[in-house]
């Protein structure tokens, strides 16, 4: 440890600012982690994080004409007799036997402040008795100051923020998934674009990439996609229910057009002539002649809206029980939704998540972790249509997640607004990890500022992050004061 400065005057049990003796301004940096010796006292030892940097120098105010303003504004220099450096110390906790507790004591002003240095490893302290699991992510500028996590909250769900460049996908392959993995969950990730994660695992020994049209969807999934592309079957209840009834066989209609493809037919136009035909004779068995004629109306107008190419994406026959069972293989699983419409992606999403939601309600601990890419694309802020379905399922594998060892992880570019996370779901991430984020994230209400000012770290230094540094705050984190910490990528990695 190093001797770097003293408490000033104004200090409270949580916050204090550290006076810096002369030259190490520029030695000492913001995200420092120091040790206050409260009052003098070595057996009082408080651990904490510099952020908040101060310059003074008062004959330089920009407020009042002095001498020193007039001699620098004819080229001269200024005086630093005066000159003060400073930094905010935001305490982590008081140093104890079984590790960190909350500091109830004022920092006393004069107390010695010692900057931690490489060999003085903060987490040998900080998590003496606690159940953690060790990430391949260190705090920034100590590379052997790996960054535990508190395993017991791996299953109280992650949130990966950050804009486009900021690294949330290397992050997620390369630091979350090998945790996941080293807690003994297996990963199931869901790769939007197919494009961040699918290529990859392709080659990788563990893990196993499926294309989404080979995966079947359950009933309430094919229902809800029509609905959503014949936009609410034309707007009659009749016709709805002659989809229905064309829709509970689904799988065996599906697999007849397959099979038909031998015979050199195209499968989705043989099935969309199928489904018609089926829609229009249950239509024409409706009894009241001005009932019959409406239904014909609304069939065909959701007719014109369904294409025989709108049913390809849903025509897979790899069931969820099948899907999952690959897990059981390979560690790691990746489905490839790139390529198909959205609405198939959020269908099949219900289909996945109800199979999941079933076998927890049953008793089941899946000790799985399902990775959603781009997730406002699940649970945007203003949740419609199929999306509202979705929202709502993930708050609900959330809500009974945290006592069936699911983690739902969800990546996105942004927090709130338009380009973030629906409140409801956000509500229920308890761990964080905030890169360089949005400019629209940089205020407001439950924006990165919202978040991170009670620990003193501005918006403005979250605009400015290098990819590849986040904030890690929230449950799984040992230290109760955000930290940032990075990470190196294997050679040759892309």
Do not use: C
């Not at 900080?126 to 535990?148: C, L, N, Q, T």
């Not at 990788?204 to 359950?218: R, Y």
């Not at 699911?406 to 380009?419: D, K």
């Amino acid at each position: 440890m190093k001797f770097i400065g003293r408490v000033a005057d104004g200090s409270t049990e949580t916050s204090a600012r550290v006076i810096l003796l002369k030259g190490l301004e520029k030695e000492v940096a913001a995200e420092s982690l120091v040790i206050v010796d409260n009052g003098g006292n070595p057996s009082a030892r408080l651990l904490g994080v510099l952020r908040g940097g101060l310059g003074k120098n008062e004959f330089l105010s920009p407020t009042a004409y002095r001498p020193d303003v007039a001699y620098m504004r004819h080229g001269g220099e200024p005086s630093a007799a005066r000159e003060v450096y400073s930094f905010t110390i935001k305490p982590i906790g008081l140093i104890g036997e079984k590790g960190l507790e909350p500091n109830l004591f004022i920092i006393q002003p004069r107390s010695p402040v010692y900057l931690l240095e490489d060999e003085d490893n903060p987490f040998s302290f900080m998590v003496k008795e606690a159940d953690v699991v060790w990430m391949d992510a260190y705090v920034e500028g100590h590379e052997s100051w790996r960054v535990p996590v508190l395993k017991e909250f791996l299953s109280y769900h992650v949130g990966v923020y950050g804009s486009t460049g900021s690294g949330k996908s290397w992050f997620t392959r390369y630091v979350l998934v090998p945790l996941y993995l080293k807690a003994d969950f297996r990963v199931l990730i869901l790769d939007w674009s197919g494009t961040d994660y699918a290529p990859h695992y392709a080659s990788s020994s563990n893990a196993e990439v499926v294309e989404i049209s080979k995966i079947a969807l359950d009933e309430e999934a094919v229902l809800s996609y029509l609905n959503d592309k014949t936009s609410n079957f034309g707007g009659s209840s009749n016709v709805r229910d002659s989809f229905e009834i064309f829709v509970e066989s689904w799988t065996e209609w599906v697999q007849k057009a397959l099979n038909a493809a031998e015979a050199g037919e195209e499968p989705a136009n043989l099935l969309h002539r199928q489904l018609k035909e089926s829609v229009f004779e249950s239509v024409r068995k409706i009894k009241r002649p001005d009932y019959q004629e409406a239904a014909e109306r609304a069939a065909r107008r959701a007719f014109r809206k369904l294409k025989p190419r709108d049913l390809r994406p849903i025509m897979g026959t790899l069931t969820i029980e099948d899907l999952m069972g690959r897990l059981k293989e390979k560690k790691v699983l990746i489905v490839d939704m790139g390529g198909t419409l959205a609405e198939a992606k959020l269908s099949f999403f219900l289909s996945l998540s109800n199979h999941l939601y079933d076998l927890m309600e049953s008793g089941e601990d899946l000790n799985l972790s399902l990775i959603i890419d781009e997730a406002p694309q699940y649970a945007p802020w203003d949740a419609r249509g199929i999306q509202n379905n979705t929202t709502e399922m993930i708050k609900n594998l959330a809500a009974l997640g945290r006592k069936r060892k699911l983690n739902l992880t969800l990546i996105s570019q942004g927090i709130r607004g338009e380009i973030g996370i629906n409140a409801s779901v956000r509500r229920n991430i308890n761990t964080h990890f905030f890169g360089r984020i949005h400019p629209l994230d940089a205020g407001g209400e439950g924006g990165a500022s919202e978040w991170l000012s009670p620990y003193d770290i501005k918006p403005d230094q979250l605009l400015q992050l290098k990819p590849g540094r986040f904030y890690f705050s929230g449950a799984m984190n040992p230290s109760p004061v955000p930290l940032l910490i990075t990470y190196k990528p294997p050679e040759g990695a892309r």
